[in-house]
């Protein structure tokens, strides 16, 4: 069976079950992961839009990035959310690919960047169901423990550790906690698990779809969005990016020097144990040049524009979780050790100020986030 004229395909397998597609999507058709070829191929057969959710990579070639920009340049439209979908559309963003949900913004944001995140195996006489828990879900259900108080830091983080270290084929929540020597017990199992990022992302993309159909569009036309706004053709190549966001040069240098030293992530880029640098030029010159500097912008304007949705006070636990990530970043192993290094205001010349505005920040992104997501569909973390 292959697709009819003007019909959206799904390629789906082991983030969300076919099944509950096709009742959500009944005019979709709704097929197995997508591989090398395949959008091509329904494109020529008349399919005008995509979602692309899984795909396939270690038995056939995967889809690439080239593929997709030649069905939208031809007047298709393309949205990607999950797993390889979210990946392929933070890549392809700019020629007017679509991503839905947290995997993609924070590939798109370059929070994350390996294909082994989102990877799990698959069993083919399954439907492709997955039979392996990806890394990106790990994080979220552990994030979600430590809320709920049942995992500290220290034994979330060994949990996770754990997780790295394993083949994406062999990684399962069973596993990580008798990798870290840590009991897995029905609770917490329960919350873990519950944190499914893949598929409640996949499940938000098709809710969107059922909503608003994607608009079919002539060739040399290219969709906009899921309002069905259309771009000219002459739009379709990708334009010039700008790498500040819009903010003026002398503003950005300071808001994000001030971010990446009171954040600790100034550490990240020393080739050595030095003070943290104190004029913005200082830290930007060290940047200024590499792919790393558009990834900073890019995370901390993220989180600056989460925060703003809501900027009363975060609760306690949002504010302990983030000054648990701001210390790891200046390599102590809690906020104490941290305070207790303070000298006169200042640590290691950082001024604590700069400390606790950081904390602030991604307490009140994290807690705004959570917030949203939950509102929208069930929490995944």
């Known amino acids: 069976m292959t697709a009819t004229p003007g019909q959206l395909v799904v390629f789906v397998g082991p983030s969300l079950d076919p099944d509950r597609v096709r009742q959500m999507l009944p005019a979709a058709h709704v097929t197995s992961p997508v591989a090398h070829g395949d959008l091509e191929r329904f494109h020529t057969a008349g399919a005008t839009a995509f979602l692309i959710i899984d795909g396939l990579f270690a038995h056939r070639r995967a889809a690439g990035p080239a593929e997709i920009v030649d ?16 990946i392929r559309a933070a890549e392809c963003w700019p020629a007017g690919m679509l991503g839905v ?27 492709f169901a997955a039979v392996s828990t990806a890394l990106l879900s790990i994080r979220f259900g552990l994030l979600a423990a430590i809320r709920e108080r049942l995992l500290g830091l220290a034994d979330a983080s060994a949990v996770l550790t754990a997780a790295k270290r394993m083949h994406f084929s062999q990684r399962t929540w069973d596993a990580a906690f008798a990798a870290a020597r840590l009991p897995l017990t029905p609770e917490l199992r329960r919350i873990c698990e519950r944190h499914d990022v893949k598929r409640r992302d996949a499940l938000r ?38 790498p500040q966001l819009g903010y003026a040069p002398a503003r950005l240098r300071a808001e994000l020097s001030r971010w990446l030293i009171g954040s600790g992530r100034y550490r990240r880029y020393l080739t050595t144990d030095a003070a943290a640098p104190r004029r913005p030029d200082e830290l930007w010159s060290m940047l200024d040049g590499t792919a790393s500097l558009e990834g900073e912008v890019m995370r901390w304007h993220a989180v600056k524009r989460a925060g703003a949705v809501r900027s009363d006070p975060p609760e306690e636990p949002w504010l302990s979780e983030a000054r648990g990530s701001v210390c790891a970043s200046h390599g102590f192993a809690d906020w104490g050790e941290l305070v207790d290094s303070v000298r006169d205001g200042e640590l290691r010349g950082i001024p604590v100020a700069w400390i606790e505005e950081v904390c602030r920040s991604l307490a009140l992104a994290r807690r705004n986030v959570h917030e949203q997501e939950r509102g929208a569909t069930p929490p995944g973390g």
């Open 71 to 86: 069905v939208l340049r031809s007047g298709a439209q393309v949205f990607g959310a999950a797993s390889i979908g979210a």
């Open 205 to 242: 993309a098709v809710e969107q779809l059922a909503r608003v159909p994607p608009t079919a569009c002539a060739p040399g036309e290219r969709a906009g969005g899921p309002s069905g706004m259309r771009l000219p053709a002459a739009r379709l190549r990708a334009t010039g990016h700008d």
């Open 101 to 127: 949900g947290a995997a993609y913004l924070l590939y798109r944001w370059r929070v994350i960047s390996g294909d082994d995140e989102v990877a799990v195996a698959v069993d083919p006489d399954r439907r």
